[in-house]
Nanobody, 124 residues
Framework: QVQLVESGGGLVQAGGSLRLSCAASGRTFSSYAMAWFRQAPGKEREFVAIVTRSDGNTYYANSVKGRFTIAIGSAENTVFLQMNSLKPEDTAVYYC?????????????????WGQGTQVTVSS
């Protein structure tokens, strides 16, 4: 059974940092692009960041560029999202996702596997 399990969410003040983790199991994800999405109340799920397996490239939404960093862990089935300089508008449920597609894919329809999400709340 394929599972993606996120952890590391919580409540933080504006300007603070959090590190999200995603542990994937049930199959080998070494060829999958790994990404983070987020969904705020009343809004659609939106792309945050991706790391591609083919060349290790990273790509970020403009709203988080320079503040967030995505990285693959030493265990290939783990991925992290380091979030710095957090803002209240970063408040959302954050989801880890995996896609077998090559290159940078930012639409959620390209992702085959999803985690259950972890809540991030940034207070002002």
């Amino acid at each position: 059974q394929v599972q993606l399990v996120e952890s590391g969410g919580g409540l933080v003040q504006a300007g603070g940092s959090l590190r999200l983790s995603c542990a994937a199991s049930g199959r080998t994800f070494s060829s999958y692009a790994m990404a983070w999405f987020r969904q705020a109340p009343g809004k659609e799920r939106e792309f945050v960041a991706i790391v591609t397996r083919s060349d290790g490239n990273t790509y970020y939404a403009n709203s988080v560029k320079g503040r967030f960093t995505i990285a693959i862990g030493s265990a290939e089935n783990t991925v992290f999202l380091q979030m710095n300089s957090l803002k209240p508008e970063d408040t959302a449920v954050y989801y880890c996702a995996a896609s077998p597609r090559m290159g940078v894919v930012t639409h959620r329809s390209w992702y085959d596997y999803w985690g259950q999400g972890t809540q991030v709340t940034v207070s002002s």
